[in-house]
């Protein structure tokens, strides 16, 4: 059996309208380019020695009907105005050898930033709670980014969000983001 162990990732993103709810959400997924995927939502593990590469590389490798493995999120509306939020957190061990996490979040009424900073934390947290790392859950991510960063145990956490607001004529809004795994 072929291992299905990812080789690397790319983070899309994409916002989709329509009068419909599943097509606005098939509009978005063709904005964020993997329209064209067997899309799998799979959980949180950012596999030890996956390579990130940049979003162009990475939807050259997909093929049209190809099982794509993803950590997925996505929010919808047709309310006028209605601001959605969707988006995908990851943190990055420094240990060569040890695995990150991704985390995922779809709101209404946050900001992208505000999205970016939730799901990086939660990512970061995951991680930080995996590694033994002492911290106070409830302190400012601010602060607990910084006894990450102290630690010498986090290397990196990123993040990727679309943010819309609602169509002003109720149309169906979809924002989705993304980390795709790649089997290579």
Known sequence: MASLVPASMFFTRGVGKHRYNLQSFE????????AHCNLVKVSSI???GCKIVPRRSGLKKLLAGQVTYCVLAEAR???PS???SAGVGLAIPA???EYGYI???HAFGMTERKTADLVEDMAA?????TLGLEFDPDADYDERREIYRMSGRIVTTRAIVQSAEGDKNGLWTTVVAAAVFLME
């Open 27 to 34: 509009v978005a997924l063709r904005s964020a380019g993997i």
């Open 46 to 48: 950012f596999p030890a």
């Open 77 to 79: 509306t047709d309310e």
């Open 82 to 84: 209605r601001l959605v």
């Open 95 to 97: 240990g060569k050898g």
């Open 103 to 105: 985390s995922e979040h």
């Open 125 to 129: 947290s995951m991680l930080a709670s």
